[in-house]
């Protein structure tokens, strides 16, 4: 006997029996081989290679009072982790007080307060909005991950970068949040890493790399700053520079082993010699350690630039 389809919009993703029973699927259909049950009373065609949202949305389909918050809501707007959190994909839950605690397999439930504003509905699910996720992430993450998490969020690229980026948010809301909650878990640890997050760090490697610099006693590097060629054209963006010394600090993931982007990664070290600047360029291999070799590097581009410690 041939199954009947699926409902469009319960096909893209997981949804909860909730959401199907309203379509007026049948509770028959919702135990067919075709669908794998995620958690209670949550399908997922098993084909799906839903992410994000998508994967996510059933969890907030349960009932009317459950919002996606820590980890799951940070996934959803895209933010970097530390790697720590990363590798925690359990689905973080939360209801207000007064709602019974979330439940179920592969959840962490929460029961905590909001101010309006803090919740809102994107692509599809209920969130916290990106400042107070960041904020809720300081009762669970370490000083770094909080820093690698706000620069993420508080990352913007104009125009003049071959791909401008928006910020989910900014300084100016991470430190509203953290006054509007002067109270709660974590926020001690969330103002000492206000004083740490910068505009303009695209990963968490160079976060790192930025902070581990800081630490050394080494000056602090200038983020977002464009190189502009002899005809008025953008022609070097550099992840991190020290503008009187003329040095272009680049960090090398794992994409630039590749031969097409060896090449230009060639054609980048060359360009930024022609216009007078020295480039250090940084591996993962150089974050490592207590000392890192990254200080090592940067320090001695900045003795032979002249600089000198104070």
Not at 83 to 101: A, I, K, Q, T
């Amino acid at each position: 006997m041939r199954r009947a389809a699926l409902p469009r919009h319960l096909t893209t993703g997981s949804f909860a029996l909730r959401s199907s029973d309203k379509a007026g699927v049948s509770r028959s259909r919702t135990r067919a081989k075709d669908l794998a049950t995620v958690s209670r009373g949550i399908r997922m065609p098993l084909d799906s290679a839903a992410q994000g949202a998508a994967a996510l949305r059933a969890y907030t389909d349960l009932d009317d009072a459950s919002v996606l918050t820590h980890m799951s809501a940070a996934r959803v707007w895209g933010a970097d982790l530390g790697w720590r959190l990363g590798e925690d994909w359990r689905v973080h839950v939360s209801r207000r007080p007064g709602f019974s605690m979330p439940r179920r397999a592969n959840v962490v439930g929460h029961l905590l307060t909001f101010l309006p504003g803090e919740l809102v509905e994107y692509d599809g699910v209920r969130l916290t909005s990106p400042a107070r996720t960041w904020l809720d992430l300081a009762s669970v993450a370490g000083l770094d991950e909080l820093v690698i998490t706000g620069d993420s969020l508080v990352c913007s690229h104009g125009p003049e970068f071959p791909a401008p980026r928006e910020a989910l948010c900014t300084l100016d809301d991470l430190r509203g949040m953290v006054e509007r909650h002067p109270g709660t878990r974590g926020v001690r640890l969330a103002r000492t890493a206000l004083d740490l997050i910068r505009v303009g760090a695209d990963s968490p490697p160079e976060t790192v790399m930025r902070l581990a610099i800081v630490r050394a006693g080494l000056p602090e590097p200038v983020l977002n700053h464009v190189l502009w060629g002899i005809h008025g054209a953008p022609v070097l963006w550099p992840d991190a520079a020290y503008l009187q010394e003329r040095i272009s600090i680049q960090y090398d993931g794992a994409g630039h082993g590749e031969a097409s982007q060896y090449l230009s990664d060639i054609r980048r070290e060359n360009l930024t010699r022609e216009y007078g600047w020295l480039e250090v360029r940084v591996s993962k291999d150089d974050l490592k350690g207590d000392r890192p070799a990254v200080v090592r590097k940067v320090l001695a581009a900045l003795k032979s630039r002249g600089w000198q410690s104070r």
